[in-house]
């Protein structure tokens, strides 16, 4: 069975400095994509990155980051020089088939 | 813009009663889900469907059926609303590619059950 684990429940950081959230998964597939979402304080979950397990070159977008490494089933997400903007819950997730599960999520607080 | 919208943003119900959560999609996709969301718990998955009049249980469906007559409308049903029910419910949609797409969430439904 699938499972994805978000081990830190909450982080809170001061603005301008470097975040690592981390994320475990476990699966018997050999093909199966990674995912982050963000859900800001109003709720609606987005859509932040995708990655194939046959891909694991890293991937920078801006201030985020992101490492993927299948010899320890690990795919972390880093937020250089954080922002008050980047306050939210992020959810790290597995998908296999056509459904997708979740992590429990981690919380950030950039604090000004 | 394509969107998934839920009906309501805000839902308290009685304890006992029957409870219908509406989710629309305009993406003409095939699959819909519903999750709920507690804290500490992330979102777990309680149905979903591959297309029209299918359905499948996901990790927790006990205590809620679901509906989906039409492509584009997917119905989370309450039986007999509990107060363990109480949560956030969230919908999404994504095309059926084995898992390549991520999934387009609606803005969720915050259910109370009293």
């Known amino acids: 069975a699938q499972k994805v684990t978000q081990a830190q429940t909450e982080i809170s950081v001061v603005e301008k400095e470097d975040v690592t959230l981390d994320c475990v998964y476990e699966?018997?597939?050999?093909?199966?994509?990674l995912f982050w979402y963000k859900q800001p304080p109003s709720g609606e979950l987005v859509f932040l990155i995708r990655?194939?397990?046959?891909?694991?070159q890293n991937e920078i977008s801006g201030r985020y980051s992101w490492n993927f490494q299948k010899s320890t089933s690990s795919f972390n997400f880093t937020i250089t020089a954080s922002q008050v903007v980047d306050s939210a819950v992020y959810f790290c997730?597995?998908?296999?088939?056509?459904?997708?599960?979740f992590g429990a999520g981690t919380r950030l607080t950039v604090k000004p | 813009d394509v969107k998934v919208t839920q009906s309501s943003r805000y839902l308290v119900k009685r304890t006992g009663e029957k409870v219908f959560l509406e989710c629309v999609q305009d993406?003409?996709?095939?699959?819909m889900f519903w999750y709920r969301q507690d804290p500490g718990l992330g979102l777990r998955l309680i149905y979903f469907?591959?297309?029209?009049?299918?359905?499948e249980k996901g990790d927790i469906p006990e205590g809620y059926s679901v509906s989906r007559e039409k492509k584009e409308r997917f119905s989370l049903i309450l039986e007999s609303a509990s107060t363990n029910q109480t949560s956030m419910y969230l919908c999404?949609?994504?095309?059926?590619?084995?898992?390549?797409?991520?999934?387009?969430f609606g803005s969720g439904t915050r259910l109370t059950v009293v």
């Open positions: 993406m003409d996709h095939e699959n």
């Open positions: 999404a949609s994504r095309p059926p590619t084995e898992g390549f797409y991520g999934y387009t």
């Open positions: 990655r194939n397990s046959f891909d694991e």
């Open positions: 699966t018997r597939d050999t093909t199966y994509y």
């Open positions: 997730a597995l998908s296999e088939t056509d459904d997708m599960r």
């Open positions: 469907s591959y297309d029209v009049k299918m359905k």
